[in-house]
């Protein structure tokens, strides 16, 4: 049997080659990995570089471009391009003071909504001709923001809006990148060319020269990354020995521990073998004798143990022991460690991960982090560095995320460090609201609205915060107001009252809005609008804002405003009595031709004439029409058109509607129907002569529009409260409808379908608007359904109500002919007019009464003083010369005329039909008031309820 080898010669041979091999394939691979993390290292630094400047140049752009769309909604620059003849008091002043960039090098400059310029400055660098004709259309004519970044430089154009619609345009042009980017503490060398290979910008001018070509193949030994942004080319680079300097050291350092490792692995392996040997031989020994018992064999049992088995058989025996509760206590280790929103990673002396919470393996899944990104941080934290910031893309839509990191010591029980503990904190948002606070800040300062903030809890409220504008607009300096008091009004010589309620809203913690007129440190007088805001915090109240609004033009501009109300108010009045001088004008001459038809028609004619007059009387009666609907729309349009509000028969009205349409119905063929449901109610309260005018006017179409076939009208009434009703229906016809396309223009004003049909049937185009016009005063509406060749509805509704007393309900029956008739016997009229015309035609009017015609108020009074016989009923004209009308029944009413005569039915003859007309009759003392031209019935009914009603 051949002797086995002893465990001393098996290490020797086994173990002592596989460790030298092993040695040296770790060195390599070392090495290897050394320069491979380098290489990663050096990746990422210079794309985090690139990152950076990107970041930069586009946070910078980004801020310009909002500075320059907030100041292009400044008032003040907005009122630039209007106020063509004050503004080059204010605007130099005012463009002078914006700064936009810290380049010192830039052209700013104010267009005119056509290019024009109209103000610059810092001009000493124009742009190209290509940028400067680039951003007009953009701006001026689309009304957007425009950006260019080319070789040339950077041009950032805004419009100012006026009204959503450009008027001109804010333009920044910067020639050099090299001012606009902020530098960075960086080794990397960072360029950004141009697609010619034109360098714009340099992190090292000194190196790399600005304005100069850039040739890469003199820097192929050299590592470098770079990135396409709008155009550009962005540049981080480095020399490769610089690059990798870091690590170059660790060659000769891996050698020399290679060697030394391969020495002392010779010895050691020696003497593991020998005391490997004995000591497994010893513990092969107590195992078999442990094996046979129950508990474990303990260190005391053998007092001539080696310590090291000694222990290892305790520790053995402790982790048996413990093993329960040592699961238990890492569980909640690793609970509590996952509980953390910190990202926590724990490294040994080796940088491997020993532990990791739930929050590192979120972010390595979300974000481009990983593990050698992690020793990374870990390098560069072993120094004197105490915390570093590093951000980190997406791999998501997700936003990059910044993390800051801090390090710690991992200590053993002999508080040795083994290991590196990481916590990192996610500050992207902090980050964000850090970027918010600056813009704000910036914003604040750059604001050409003056501010003021004041400390609440302090006595007398001093002032801790003045932004640049407030010293620009009241001239007190920033240390003249810095620790004041709030109460500047001392200062400002505010009026005493209205600075009495910035101080009670100070006092009471609330917020206050007046307008103050104070004066500037130079004593010359300023308006302004303070708003006080009172900012709160956990609900106590700690600082007041203040704005300072210049207002000085504004309420100079309510001045010009209370005087254009005023003008205003004369233009209407003017326009009133021009309405009022033009129904007169128009409806006296109306008056004759119409008085002087009907008298003509009382003569002795054959069929021709009649034909003629008829022919003449129907014109007039157009013509009248066609008045009234003008001077109606008139009214409606100067808001001088007033409903009455009285009771009214609803069932006779309809009744008399439906007989005055169906003789003209009748005469072309056609059916006139009418449909109510009143629910047995008689009399109702508003307007019944604006309520005649509307159906009229829609009856009035239907007959006109249509050629055969019926007319239906219907009227309803809804019970929409105890005491109000509303009044629905519709009149349609079978005519020749409407277009649907010209529905919503059918109730505008002048308009009809088309032109033919003006040209066919006539007609102004006034009675639609106007119908609809008094539907809507009258709380309704009128609306249309309709479509070409199938005929019209027009559907209306008016709010009526219940009459004021129950006297006025009765059947139509008894309500229809309650009115007296005009058969009463012959009067005595004294007619006082002094249009020789219309004295003849109401003489002829009246020719079965007795009857004296005077020509103005004076021959009147004179002759009812003069004359025994007494007058029934006075005629009176309301425009006369030497005395109207209204003195002339004032005169009466008082007395001038006798006694007899201060209760004489006075009816007015007047042709005006403007609103006040009715009233100012009868607040002069007339009875009656009838409108030119009117008819022989009118007049004559008119002389009967006269005399009705004193009881003759």
């Not at 003040?76 to 005012?94: E, G, M, W």
């Not at 915390?387 to 990191?405: D, H």
């Not at 006369?880 to 003859?909: S, W």
């Not at 042709?911 to 007339?926: L, P, S, T, Y």
Request: charged share 20%; glycine share 4%; proline share 3%.
């Amino acid at each position: 049997m051949t002797a086995r080898p002893t465990l001393y010669h098996q290490l020797q041979r086994y173990i002592l080659p596989r460790l030298l091999t092993a040695l040296s394939v770790i060195s390599v691979i070392l090495c290897l990995c050394i320069f491979y993390v380098a290489k990663n290292q050096i990746k990422t630094e210079q794309q985090t570089n690139l990152q950076y400047l990107k970041q930069d140049l586009m946070i910078t752009l980004d801020n310009t471009q909002q500075l320059m769309e907030g100041i292009a909604a400044n008032d003040l620059l907005i009122n630039s391009l209007i106020d063509i003849q004050q503004r080059k008091n204010y605007l130099p002043v005012f463009f002078g003071s914006l700064r936009f960039t810290r380049a010192k090098v830039y052209s700013l400059g104010l267009f005119e909504f056509d290019g024009t310029l109209l103000i610059e400055t810092h001009s000493n660098q124009p742009m190209s001709a290509s940028m400067a004709n680039s951003w007009q259309e953009t701006v001026l004519q689309q009304s957007n923001s425009y950006r260019q970044i080319t070789e040339d430089g950077v041009l950032i154009a805004v419009p100012v809006l006026i009204a959503g619609a450009a008027e001109g345009a804010l333009a920044l042009y910067i020639p050099s990148f090299q001012e606009l980017i902020y530098e960075r503490d960086t080794t990397a060398y960072q360029l950004i060319v141009d697609s010619q290979g034109k360098i714009l910008f340099s992190s090292h001018p000194d190196f790399f020269k600005v304005n100069t070509h850039f040739d890469q193949q003199k820097y192929e030994y050299w590592t470098s990354q770079e990135t396409e942004w709008q155009g550009l080319t962005l540049i981080s680079q480095a020399p490769a020995l610089d690059a990798y300097s870091n690590v170059l050291w660790l060659i000769p350092a891996i050698l020399i521990t290679l060697s030394m490792a391969i020495v002392i692995s010779y010895y050691a392996t020696n003497r593991a073998a020998r005391l490997s040997a004995s000591t497994l031989r010893g513990l092969h020994d107590d195992i078999q004798q442990s094996a046979t018992r129950r508990q474990p064999q303990s260190a005391e049992d053998r007092i001539e143990e080696a310590q090291e088995l000694a222990e290892i058989r305790e520790a053995f025996n402790a982790l048996v022991n413990n093993i329960s509760s040592i699961t238990l206590s890492n569980r909640q280790f690793s609970n509590a460690i996952d509980s953390l929103e910190e990202i926590l990673v724990v490294l040994d002396s080796d940088s491997n991960k020993i532990l990791a919470n739930r929050a590192f393996n979120q972010y390595i899944l979300y974000y481009d982090l990983n593990e050698s990104q992690i020793v990374s941080v870990k390098n560069r934290l072993s120094g004197n560095t105490k915390s570093l910031q590093r951000t980190y893309a997406s791999l998501s839509e997700k936003a990059p995320v910044i993390i800051n990191w801090t390090a710690l010591p991992l200590l053993d029980d002999n508080r040795m460090q083994v290991g590196t503990i990481l916590v990192g904190n996610d500050v992207s948002k902090q980050r964000v609201l850090e970027k918010r606070i600056n813009v704000i800040n910036h914003a604040i300062k750059a604001a050409t609205v003056p501010i003021l903030i004041a400390d609440a809890k302090k006595k007398g409220f001093p002032v801790i915060y003045a932004n640049p504008h407030f010293s620009r607009v009241t001239g007190f300096k920033e240390d003249e107001t810095l620790h004041h008091t709030f109460l500047l009004m001392r200062e400002l010589e505010a009026v005493p009252e209205k600075a009495d309620k910035i101080k009670t809203a100070l006092q009471q913690g609330t917020a206050c809005d007046e307008t103050l007129l104070c004066y500037r440190k130079n004593k010359t007088p300023l308006y302004i609008q303070v708003i006080l805001t009172p900012v709160f915090n956990e609900g106590e109240l700690e600082h007041f804002v203040a704005f300072f609004q210049d207002v000085t033009e504004r309420e100079q501009g309510q001045q010009f405003l209370e005087e254009a109300r005023l003008r205003a108010e004369e233009s209407a009045r003017l326009k009133s009595s021009f309405l009022a001088s033009m129904s007169h004008e128009v409806r006296t001459p109306l008056h004759g031709v119409s008085g002087a038809l009907q008298l003509v028609s009382k003569t002795a004619l054959d069929k021709t004439q009649q034909h003629y007059v008829g022919l003449a009387d129907e014109s007039i009666r157009n013509l009248q029409h066609i008045v009234d609907d003008i001077l109606d729309f008139s009214k409606i349009e100067a808001g001088q058109l007033k409903l009455e509000n009285v009771p009214y028969n609803l069932p006779l009205l309809l009744e008399t509607l439906y007989e005055q349409f169906s003789i003209s119905s009748d005469e072309k063929g056609l059916q006139l129907n009418l449909d109510t449901e009143l629910a047995e109610h008689v009399m109702v309260q508003g307007d019944p002569v604006r309520l005649r005018q509307v159906l009229s006017n829609l009856l009035s179409n239907a007959v006109k529009f249509t050629q055969n076939g019926s007319i239906l009208l219907s009227v309803s009434l809804v019970e929409t409260s105890s005491e109000q009703w509303q009044l629905q229906g519709f009149v349609q016809d079978s005519g020749i409808g409407i277009d649907e396309g010209n529905l919503d223009s059918i109730f505008e004003v002048f308009q009809q379908e088309d032109t033919s049909t003006t040209r066919k049937f006539g007609g102004t185009g006034l009675g639609l608007s106007i119908s609809r016009q008094l539907c809507r005063l009258m709380q309704g509406d009128l609306t249309v359904q309709s479509r070409k060749d199938e005929g019209s509805k027009f559907l209306f509704t008016v709010a009526v109500s219940r009459p004021a007393y129950e006297a006025y309900i009765a059947s139509p029956d008894t309500t229809k002919h309650s009115e007296p008739e005009a058969t009463l016997q012959p009067s005595r009229i004294l007619i006082v007019e002094d249009n020789e015309i219309n004295q003849l035609i109401a003489r002829e009017h009246l020719s079965e009464h007795k009857t004296l015609t005077a020509k103005n108020g004076v021959e009147a009074l004179e002759a009812l003083k003069r004359l025994k016989v007494q007058f029934d009923v006075i005629l009176m004209d309301c425009h006369m010369p030497k005395m109207d009308g209204f003195e002339t029944t004032r005169r009466i009413r008082a007395g001038e005329a006798g006694e007899r005569y201060t209760e004489v039915p006075i009816i007015a003859l007047t042709a005006n039909a403007m609103k006040g007309d009715r009233e100012r009759c009868e607040a002069a003392g007339m009875d009656d008031y009838i409108s030119k031209p009117f008819t022989a019935k009118r007049l004559l009914k008119a002389v009967s309820n006269a005399r009705y009603k004193k009881g003759q």
